[in-house]
């Protein structure tokens, strides 16, 4: 498996949809999730320092697999004024996010790691839930 650096737009685009969505019902669950993490992303300046989490989480994830010691990215947080993604692309970016953070033991040792992939599961169950297909399906 190799593993890389995600583009800032793809932290940005998870860390953007959370920031959004962060006192609204259902995703109150997925902040408190990340409470649990040590870090929360219901203000700006908390939203900046997620994002800053998960780009250290895979920084250290690579230089697990590489043995490298440096940053070799220049991560720039965009929360602010980035563009809202579409469901879907938040569930696709977090799942590249969470691929490239394999390495190393940081899924069996980062907080942060095991709250997103917690938040994943939830994007991913709401998602569906609210589909025509699963409304239109028969109970039991």
């Known amino acids: 498996m190799s593993a890389y650096i995600v583009e800032d737009t793809t932290i940005n685009t998870v860390v953007t949809f959370l920031y959004a969505k962060a006192k609204r019902t259902p995703w109150r669950q997925a902040n408190a999730r990340l409470l649990e993490a040590g870090i929360a992303c219901e203000g700006y300046g908390q939203a900046r320092e997620l994002a800053q989490a998960m780009h250290a989480l895979n920084v250290q994830a690579v230089n697990a697999r590489y043995e490298l010691t440096d940053d070799?990215?220049?991560?720039?947080?965009?929360?602010?004024?980035?563009?809202?993604?579409?469901?879907?692309q938040v569930v696709k970016s977090l799942d590249c996010w969470l691929y490239q953070c394999t390495e190393g033991n940081v899924p069996q040792t980062s907080k942060l790691y095991k709250a997103m992939v917690d938040i994943r599961d939830l994007l991913c169950r709401c998602y569906v839930i609210s589909s025509r297909e699963y409304k239109a399906a028969k109970w039991g």
Not at 72 to 88: I, L, M, Q, S, V
């Open 72 to 88: 070799p990215g220049d991560f720039k947080f965009k929360c602010g004024n980035a563009e809202a993604k579409p469901f879907h």
